[in-house]
């Protein structure tokens, strides 16, 4: 059974699974059909967010424990709510050895632990890497424990296997003879001997594509189908598996009757790989509903401006190139060095094919391939590399058939790159250097897409309602690059590039960051989240700047620089000249941001598929990159407003009710929302309204609201209707042809049910 709608929720050791079962009667006053949960598994000491596991086999303990998760459930089935859990099946948690007693035992034992077959380890290596040590010089620190059982690295702790510690021995000589190596951790990305998540050593890639891995890392998960009745299951990064089909079929026969959505990134055009699952978690319904708000009229002058400023002519396909050849080249040495082992080279030198590779997993257009049944992301991605180097053609011409073998180990392996290759080299790279208007710049997004037109954006709704009725849609995540109020605000800028132009001007002139295309990011993103306190504005400055790896990065910050950029964040607040001019801004673009919101908050929820309602995001939500999108929310607050009917658009409190108006309605009467028929206006102002409707159950919701009042508002505009209707926001009754002028008085969407 779907769940009507989902509420994710962050669960956390400051918000722990009971303070959740406490909150059901709020989510049930808002008509939520299932709590939405991070992940709830043990994981590491600390760990904010969860997805790294490091006990499978129960609820964390940080997070509420067992007790805390039968307080969930309980509460959850008293208001006839369902829950959705997130699972993690790629990785596990490896930060804190001890706290893992697989990864514990198998650096204790090497292939003769237990846990050997559970993590995807070169066996051909000589010892398994951990890259923990700050240099070489550091295994001079290493200590012994007083049992001789542990080397201790100052909090870093690791197994010594028996036998191997005997009185009088050096830690240093101890070290040497176990199963692992300790290497500074700027050697990791090279010398690295198991798969891991992305770039992150510490989350050990997990062999789930062996039953009996898969058997013991999803005995508690299966608990929760069979034992608690979850509702359903959201799958973390299957991109990463070997297998990502043969996963989800298993998958499938665990939960038969569960609702199952993958965090699957669908690039444009992407078609929905053939799994067992219900839809995606949401992303690609994002993009849809984020380009509709955006005027693709304002796209040359912000090109323009964007190249005037920063001198940057590279589109943004040349930016996804070079993010990707660079996170190819430089992060992942040894995911490389394992494909190499694996290939027949024949008469051609590693350093070529290396080359070969890294340009190969540049050009794919999708995340990976799914061998054998779809090779068409790789093949293209031969044909564009041969194209574009053909000094590289010997090594495609030995490439090309070996990795198109579904049979072959290299080819598997390098399905798993290209989607790590993706993620970090457009997500976590270009999407920080591409900044022409970053509201685009969006997991899962096209940058290149400067908006679309109410045609393009029905056939998706269409395409959506036959091909994935039941997938999740999201406005917001724990993983979005801006809020979606955020990205609201943005999109009004598109439609004011005169009161852009004149906040620019100003903050170019009152800062002095020295590397201008992240300096036009930082503009934009003051634009977007207005006045916020400025601490918050620092962490993501931090993190922007070193994602995009231009001026500074993560490894060796570039302090001058870093310097600048926080100061010109200062600058912001407290220069009276920059300050009034963002201000001003601010003035302008706030009140049509507010409209956007509700606009697409209210498409996002009504549009074919089960909406997902990020936790505070039922009100206004200027949030950023996480962790700045974890931040606590303040939910009683947000009862309060449960009994309050504004009619202000601009109330935070008409956010919450027209999230509540529609959630409600889906789960009293989900048989409204099936069907999907485009409504087209008549009159001048046809192009500001995104309507359609379902089974009963029509949807208004305004774009491009300044232009719209330019023209005097919707003036003659109308649309016709079969009936009598009634709006549940404004309770207004209208039939036949009807003036969206005398429908939509006080705000900018309207929700219609037929009488």
Same mark, same amino acid.
Do not use: C
């Given at each position: 059974?779907?769940?009507?709608? /989902?509420?994710?929720?962050?669960?956390?050791?400051?918000?722990?699974?009971?303070?959740?079962?406490?909150?059901?009667?709020?989510?049930?006053?808002?008509?939520?059909?299932?709590?939405?949960?991070?992940?709830?598994?043990?994981?590491?000491?600390?760990?904010?967010?969860?997805?790294?596991?490091?006990?499978?086999?129960?609820?964390?303990?940080?997070?509420?424990?067992?007790?805390?998760?039968?307080?969930?459930?309980?509460?959850?089935?008293?208001?006839?709510?369902?829950?959705?859990?997130?699972?993690?099946?790629?990785?596990?948690?490896?930060?804190?050895?001890?706290?893992?007693? =697989?990864?514990?035992?198998?650096?204790?034992?090497?292939?003769?632990?237990?846990?050997?077959?559970?993590?995807?380890?070169?066996?051909?290596?000589?010892?398994?890497?951990?890259?923990?040590?700050?240099?070489?010089?550091?295994?001079?620190?290493?200590?012994?424990?007083?049992?001789?059982?542990?080397?201790?690295?100052?909090?870093?702790?690791?197994?010594?296997?028996?036998?191997? =510690?005997?009185?009088?021995?050096?830690?240093?000589?101890?070290?040497?003879?176990?199963?692992?190596?300790?290497?500074?951790?700027?050697?990791?990305?090279?010398?690295?001997?198991?798969?891991?998540?992305?770039?992150?050593?510490?989350?050990?890639?997990?062999?789930?594509?062996?039953?009996?891995?898969?058997?013991?890392?999803?005995?508690?998960?299966?608990?929760?189908?069979?034992?608690?009745?979850?509702?359903?299951?959201?799958?973390?990064?299957?991109?990463?598996?070997?297998?990502?089909?043969?996963?989800?079929?298993?998958?499938?026969?665990?939960?038969?009757?569960?609702?199952?959505?993958?965090? !699957?990134?669908?690039?444009?055009?992407?078609?929905?790989?053939?799994?067992?699952?219900?839809?995606?978690?949401?992303?690609?319904?994002?993009?849809?509903?984020?380009?509709?708000?955006?005027?693709?009229?304002?796209?040359?002058?912000?090109?323009?401006?964007?190249?005037?400023?920063?001198?940057?002519?590279?589109?943004?396909?040349?930016?996804?190139?070079?993010?990707?050849?660079?996170?190819?080249?430089?992060?992942?040495?040894?995911?490389?060095? &394992?494909?190499?082992?694996?290939?027949?080279?024949?008469?051609?030198?590693?350093?070529?094919?290396?080359? %070969?590779?890294?340009?190969?997993?540049?050009?794919?257009?999708?995340?990976?391939?799914?061998?054998?049944?779809?090779?068409?992301?790789?093949?293209?991605?031969?044909?564009?590399?041969?194209?574009?180097?053909?000094?590289?053609?010997?090594?495609?011409?030995?490439?090309?058939?070996?990795?198109?073998?579904?049979?072959?180990? %290299?080819?598997?392996?390098?399905?798993?790159?290209?989607?790590?290759?993706?993620?970090?080299?457009?997500?976590?790279?270009?999407?920080?250097?591409?900044?022409?208007?970053?509201?685009?710049?969006?997991?899962?997004?096209?940058?290149?897409?400067?908006?679309?037109?109410?045609?393009?954006?029905?056939?998706?709704?269409?395409?959506?309602?036959?091909?994935?009725?039941?997938?999740?849609?999201?406005?917001?995540?724990?993983?979005? !690059?801006?809020?979606?109020?955020? &990205?609201?605000?943005?999109?009004?800028?598109?439609?004011?590039?005169?009161?852009?132009?004149?906040?620019?001007?100003?903050?170019?002139?009152?800062?002095?960051?020295?590397?201008?295309?992240?300096?036009?990011?930082?503009?934009?993103?003051?634009?977007?989240?207005?006045?916020?306190?400025?601490?918050?504005?620092?962490?993501?400055?931090? !993190?922007?700047?070193?994602?995009?790896?231009?001026?500074?990065?993560?490894?060796?910050?570039?302090?001058?620089?870093?310097?600048?950029?926080?100061?010109?964040?200062?600058?912001?607040?407290?220069?009276?000249?920059?300050?009034?001019?963002?201000?001003?801004?601010?003035?302008?673009?706030?009140?049509?941001?507010?409209?956007?919101?509700?606009?697409? !908050?209210?498409?996002?929820?009504?549009?074919?598929?089960?909406?997902?309602?990020?936790?505070?995001?039922?009100?206004?939500?200027?949030?950023?990159?996480? #962790?700045?999108?974890?931040?606590?929310?303040?939910?009683?607050?947000?009862?309060?407003?449960?009994?309050?009917?504004?009619?202000?658009?601009?109330?935070?409190?008409?956010?919450?009710?027209?999230?509540?108006?529609?959630?409600?309605?889906?789960?009293?009467?989900?048989?409204?929302?099936?069907?999907?028929?485009?409504? /087209?206006?008549?009159?001048?102002?046809?192009?500001?309204?995104?309507?359609?409707?379902?089974?009963?159950?029509?949807?208004?919701?305004?774009?491009? #609201?300044?232009?719209?009042?330019?023209?005097?508002?919707?003036?003659?505009?109308?649309?016709?209707?079969?009936?009598?209707?009634?709006?549940?926001?404004?309770?207004?009754?209208?039939?036949?042809?009807?003036?969206?002028?005398?429908?939509?008085?006080?705000? #900018?969407?309207?929700?219609?049910?037929?009488?």
């Amino acid at each position: 059974m779907n769940p009507t709608s /989902t509420y994710r929720l962050q669960i956390t050791p400051e918000f722990r699974l009971q303070d959740a079962a406490g909150l059901v009667d709020y989510l049930d006053a808002l008509g939520v059909g299932a709590v939405y949960l991070s992940p709830v598994l043990t994981s590491t000491t600390g760990s904010g967010h969860g997805y790294d596991v490091t006990d499978p086999t129960s609820i964390d303990p940080q997070r509420g424990g067992e007790e805390g998760w039968r307080e969930l459930v309980t509460a959850a089935r008293s208001k006839g709510l369902g829950i959705v859990v997130d699972i993690v099946p790629n990785h596990l948690g490896v930060a804190h050895a001890w706290e893992n007693s =697989a990864w514990w035992s198998v650096l204790a034992q090497g292939r003769d632990s237990t846990y050997a077959a559970w993590f995807d380890i070169d066996w051909t290596a000589d010892k398994i890497v951990l890259p923990v040590l700050g240099s070489e010089d550091d295994l001079d620190a290493l200590t012994l424990s007083e049992d001789l059982a542990e080397l201790h690295f100052y909090e870093h702790r690791f197994p010594v296997a028996e036998g191997t =510690a005997l009185p009088g021995d050096s830690p240093r000589q101890v070290h040497d003879r176990q199963h692992y190596r300790l290497v500074p951790g700027s050697q990791g990305n090279d010398l690295l001997t198991h798969r891991r998540f992305f770039t992150v050593a510490t989350l050990a890639g997990v062999r789930v594509e062996d039953p009996e891995v898969f058997d013991a890392t999803h005995a508690r998960i299966l608990q929760m189908v069979r034992e608690d009745g979850i509702e359903g299951l959201r799958v973390d990064h299957p991109d990463g598996l070997r297998d990502p089909r043969g996963y989800f079929a298993r998958l499938r026969d665990m939960a038969p009757e569960q609702w199952i959505v993958a965090e !699957k990134i669908l690039e444009h055009g992407e078609p929905m790989p053939d799994w067992a699952v219900q839809g995606t978690s949401g992303y690609d319904a994002m993009t849809e509903v984020n380009q509709i708000f955006i005027d693709p009229a304002a796209e040359d002058f912000f090109t323009g401006d964007y190249q005037r400023r920063t001198g940057d002519e590279l589109d943004v396909e040349q930016h996804v190139l070079a993010g990707k050849r660079w996170m190819a080249q430089e992060m992942f040495g040894a995911e490389t060095r &394992r494909i190499l082992g694996l290939l027949d080279l024949g008469e051609l030198s590693d350093e070529e094919v290396a080359r %070969a590779l890294h340009e190969l997993a540049a050009r794919m257009e999708y995340y990976r391939s799914y061998l054998p049944e779809n090779d068409s992301a790789l093949t293209a991605a031969l044909g564009h590399t041969r194209h574009d180097l053909p000094e590289l053609g010997d090594a495609l011409d030995l490439l090309e058939p070996q990795l198109l073998d579904g049979s072959n180990e %290299a080819a598997l392996r390098f399905q798993q790159l290209t989607g790590a290759v993706m993620a970090k080299g457009v997500e976590d790279t270009a999407w920080y250097r591409a900044n022409r208007f970053v509201a685009l710049n969006e997991v899962g997004g096209h940058p290149s897409s400067f908006g679309t037109d109410l045609n393009t954006f029905h056939r998706a709704m269409e395409r959506r309602e036959a091909e994935l009725p039941e997938s999740m849609t999201s406005l917001s995540t724990h993983d979005t !690059k801006r809020g979606e109020d955020v &990205r609201a605000r943005l999109a009004a800028l598109a439609e004011v590039p005169d009161a852009w132009t004149a906040f620019a001007d100003v903050f170019d002139e009152r800062t002095n960051i020295p590397e201008a295309t992240f300096a036009h990011l930082l503009a934009q993103t003051l634009a977007g989240v207005g006045p916020v306190q400025r601490e918050r504005l620092h962490a993501y400055a931090e !993190k922007a700047m070193r994602e995009a790896s231009l001026a500074t990065n993560w490894i060796s910050p570039d302090q001058s620089f870093e310097q600048a950029v926080h100061q010109a964040i200062d600058t912001a607040y407290d220069d009276e000249v920059l300050f009034g001019a963002w201000r001003e801004l601010q003035q302008t673009i706030a009140p049509l941001g507010h409209w956007n919101s509700l606009s697409q !908050k209210l498409v996002q929820l009504t549009m074919p598929g089960i909406p997902d309602v990020y936790q505070g995001t039922e009100i206004w939500d200027d949030s950023l990159v996480d #962790p700045d999108n974890r931040r606590p929310v303040h939910f009683d607050e947000l009862r309060t407003l449960l009994d309050v009917d504004s009619p202000d658009p601009l109330d935070p409190a008409y956010k919450q009710k027209v999230v509540r108006t529609v959630l409600r309605l889906r789960r009293e009467r989900p048989e409204l929302f099936t069907g999907y028929r485009p409504i /087209t206006a008549d009159g001048m102002a046809a192009d500001h309204l995104v309507g359609f409707e379902r089974n009963g159950l029509v949807t208004l919701a305004t774009r491009l #609201p300044h232009r719209l009042r330019s023209m005097a508002g919707w003036q003659d505009t109308t649309i016709t209707l079969d009936g009598t209707w009634r709006d549940r926001l404004s309770n207004r009754e209208v039939t036949g042809t009807v003036r969206l002028a005398e429908l939509m008085t006080d705000g #900018p969407v309207a929700l219609l049910i037929a009488s």
